[in-house]
């Protein structure tokens, strides 16, 4: 079993001018179908971006091409000539091991091995930074319980505890709030917008388009093709919407302000029927 299976976050090291990711006419193949058709994008450093579309319009696969763990058919993702420290790629949580016999405690602390290497005593620094990831996601007094016995929405916090461990200056997540309870989704937004105030770049893949447009200033919108990016009240239009695919929510979106739960439209993933890009 691979380390990557079990701990379920990859690290990659690259060079950057100043923490930007800029993508050209990226089209990348999965599974011998077209994912993503020349897509460009620029994400500035200090960024929160949610990435939005249907069912199999080619989210997912954006951060997996980041994360060069699929191969562009044509095109480039630059992401410059400084080096980077790190990146941090938090995957859809099924694709994570969760029977291997490891404890919170252990998984949360793997997390620092970008920092400190393999080899190193964990010391008094690391314990203490621990504790406080493990705070940061309400987990405390549960670091000793094997993480098979966690909840769905523990489970989450646990990753995310990691990823705090981890310090990432980039953070990739894919499907964050997939099937938790909303309080668990309002606490992990703190901690998100807690990372990007201190500067951290955030890109997450995000169903819920009512969480969308409370929690995150910026959209790009994916239908295999980049349908708009930029502002969410600029991208978030029933037009846009409509190109991408969600042919029962072009129409139905409420203001920009609409006060609402984050979960009043968790169901707006829809499969993708098709575009209409003119």
Known sequence: ?????????????????DLMIN???LSVHYRESLALDEVSAFI??????????PNGAGKSTLLKSIMQQLKPSSGCIDLGHRCLKDIAYL??????DRQFPITVREFVSAGSWQRISFWRAFGRTEQCLLQEALHKVNLIGVDDRQISTLSGGQFQRMLFARMLMQD???LLLDEPFNAIDAQTTEDLMTVIHDCQR???????????????RRFFP?????????????????VMTGENLAKAGYQYLSSEMPPLNTEYSVNSLSQTELPFYGRNIS
């Open 198 to 212: 201190k500067g951290k770049t955030i890109l997450a893949v995000i169903h819920d388009l009512a969480l969308v």
């Open 168 to 170: 990432a200056d980039v």
């Open 91 to 96: 995957p859809q949580s099924h694709q994570i």
């Open 218 to 234: 910026n959209v790009m919108l994916i239908a295999t093709q980049l349908i708009a990016s930029g502002t969410t009240e600029t």
């Open 44 to 53: 500035e450093e200090g960024e929160l971006i949610a990435v939005v579309g």
């Open 1 to 17: 079993m691979r380390l990557s299976a079990v701990f379920g976050l990859f690290l990659v090291n690259y060079c950057s001018g």
């Open 23 to 25: 993508i050209t006419n």
